[in-house]
């Protein structure tokens, strides 16, 4: 055959016998399609004479290597190879073909494809339908009268029945029997009124295993009418264990992993509910605290206090009923909800069980360490309406067991509450302090841990005695908190760390210190806070974006509303707000986020397990990325070791404090450091 069909009376009869073939011919030369036979020129709907030249891949769609089908012969083969490809109509239709194609002459880039219809059917998009569904992810299932029309490969994968297993049967097996009236009313009355439905719900795959699904049905309508619904299934199984993991670490304290006092509130408060419709059933709660707690913190460093108190929770649950509930209130607080209880004949059973365990020295990285507990114990009675009453009431009997020597238990006796003359006796040291001024500010350098640059300090309050010894001003804060002191103690802060602000910027008028003040609960939801912060900063002409209020976690989640519209009104007046000891799952994660925060100083307990291995370190990494996608500050806290500092720089933490790179110094000594120039003496990696 003499492909170049030159015009003689040999090609006019080569056309005229191509032309009576019942089989598309077409002349492929250089990637175009120069010639079509009749039959070819009939299926295109290219009337005789008219054809003019067309790429390949303008006619037949998938014939060329890469283009469709991987099966397509190349270019240069001498014998004909089989291909499957479509054929472009000119009304944009597709009909299937297959046939050969073949090079004679390679030489002149020529080829000749000889091909056959499947059939006149328009194929157009069905054949892209079926490839599309079984490439998408999703499981996807046709039913026509509760029976399998369709299922396509994702659904294979998804709950292990092949296409032909269900095609003709019932998805029956997938349901969950419990749901299965339910849902599938729900479903149909929802797609009849809103033309689709969607919900979340459990399917069994064909081991029987549950797979979490969200599912979306909508109806199968052909010509018009409804014939079926088309299933389409998502597994969903990954989200659900990251929304089980953060509703479980909301509701557990991180570091013991027990109840924390959110869930503890909530169980105690259905406990009390079960005590009001059955009266025979009574309950209770204990409060434990580690007596001599501090001085193993302070002695040996917080690392090998978390160990102790890891080791506590475990021996405290092992010590309990399985319907009993142990939860970790904060610090060495500990409580324990007693239920289906009769008298407190059944607190003392429980207390003294826990005693007898407590008993037993505690190994705590190579010290042998004993640790007195004492217990106050509250039953549930007609006075105790909320939870919070409850423990109040616990927490004072606890009170009691620690002035009778602690390592016992006392039960609450309303008759004992109105002699306890020590909180009076703590506000009027706290008045006698505050009066003679025999308080003063600290301040704590906080330095770039990569370089060790001086970033500024933080304030903190510390008690002169008359001999002239100093210590810390905790205690005091305490009472000073409960009584309301805190709002002038607060006052007169702002007001001595503002002037010390002053000087330093005066004295280093280059330099960019900051300087971080805490702000108390009381002080933070004060109706006057706003109007303080305002005048005192009128008053000492300082820089205002130089200062951060300091406010912790707790206090923010307590009223987050409230706290939000505080913090924007701090923002308001050009202040910076920093949030402390972030990360002990007091507060949700997703309303701190939407709040004016610029710096975050993360809970110590995550600068003690730096250097380690394990969840804690998963989520301090996960915190300073956190930070750094949100472009706030983090700031490591309690920094005591070598180990810690090259851990937090490795992991990329911005900031850091402790007494490995500086104790809180006095004003003094603050000043000399600052002068000392931009690079500190700070240690560093």
Known sequence: MNLNLPENSDSAAQQEVLDALPVLVFLERA??????????????????????????????????????????????????RHFHACLRTQDGGMLSVEGTYSNPAPDRHEAVIVAHSGGREPISKSRLMEDALACIPEAVV???????????????????YTAEEVSGGSLRDL?????????????????????????????????GELVDVALLSGPLVVNGVKAGYVLCYR?????????????????????????????????????????????????????????????????????????LLMEFSVRLSSALRPQDTAARLGGDEFAVLIENIISMADIEVVAGRILRHMDRPFDVDGHTIY????????????????????????DFAMYRAKQNGGRRLELFDPQLVAPVTDPQEGEREVRRVLDNREFETWYQPIFRLQSGV????????????????????????????????????????AETVCTQLRCWTAAMPQSNLTLTMNVSRRQFFHP??????????????????RLLFEVAETTLSEDPDVAAVILQQLVDCNVRVAVDNFGSGQASLGHLMRLPIDV??????????????????????????????????????????????????????????????????????????????????????
């Open 600 to 685: 975050l100083k993360l809970d110590p307990r995550f600068t003690a397990a730096a250097p380690l291995t394990g969840r804690r370190v998963a989520v301090l990494k996960s915190l300073i990325q956190l930070g750094a996608d949100l472009g706030v500050q983090v700031v490591a806290q309690g920094i005591e070791t070598q180990d810690q500092l090259e851990a937090l720089c490795s992991l990329g933490c911005e900031l850091g404090q402790g007494y490995l790179l500086s104790h809180p110094l006095d004003a003094v000594q603050a000043t000399e450091l600052a002068t000392q120039g931009p690079w500190a003496t700070a240690s560093r990696p």
């Open 371 to 394: 640790v007195p507990v004492s217990i106050g114990a509250a039953m549930a009675g007609p006075d105790h309406a909320t939870p919070e009453m409850l423990i109040r009431d616990a």
């Open 528 to 545: 006057g806070i706003i109007a303080q912060v305002k005048q005192t900063l009128a008053a000492t002409g300082v820089d205002p974006a």
């Open 175 to 207: 349901i969950v029997p419990e749901t299965r009236l339910h849902e599938r009313a729900l479903l149909n009355k929802a797609v009849d009124q809103n033309g689709s439905a969607s919900i979340e719900t459990v399917r069994k795959n064909k081991d």
């Open 31 to 80: 990637g175009a399609i120069v010639y079509a036979n009749a039959e070819a020129r009939l299926m295109l709907g290219v009337a005789d004479g008219d054809w003019a030249e067309q790429p390949v891949e303008d006619v037949l769609w998938g014939l060329l290597p890469g283009v469709f089908e991987q099966q397509t012969p190349p270019a240069g083969t001498q014998r004909g």
């Open 235 to 307: 597994d969903i199984g990954e989200r659900k264990l990251v929304e089980a993991k953060l509703q479980h670490d909301a509701m557990h304290d991180p570091l013991t992993g027990l109840p924390n006092r959110a869930l503890f509130l909530d169980r105690t408060s259905l406990a009390l509910a079960r005590k009001s419709r059955r009266r025979d059933q009574g309950c209770a709660v204990l409060f434990l605290d580690l007596d001599r707690f501090k001085d193993i913190n302070d002695s040996l460093g917080h690392a090998a206090g978390d160990d």
């Open 454 to 493: 001086l970033e500024g300090f933080e304030s903190l309050l510390r008690r002169r005695h008359a001999d002239g010894s100093v210590e810390s001003f905790r205690d005091l804060l305490a009472v000073a908190e409960d009584t309301g002191l805190s709002i002038s103690l607060g006052r007169e802060t």
């Open 142 to 160: 046709i039913v026509h009268s509760e029976h399998v029309l369709y299922s396509n490969a994702a659904f294979t994968r998804m709950f292990g």
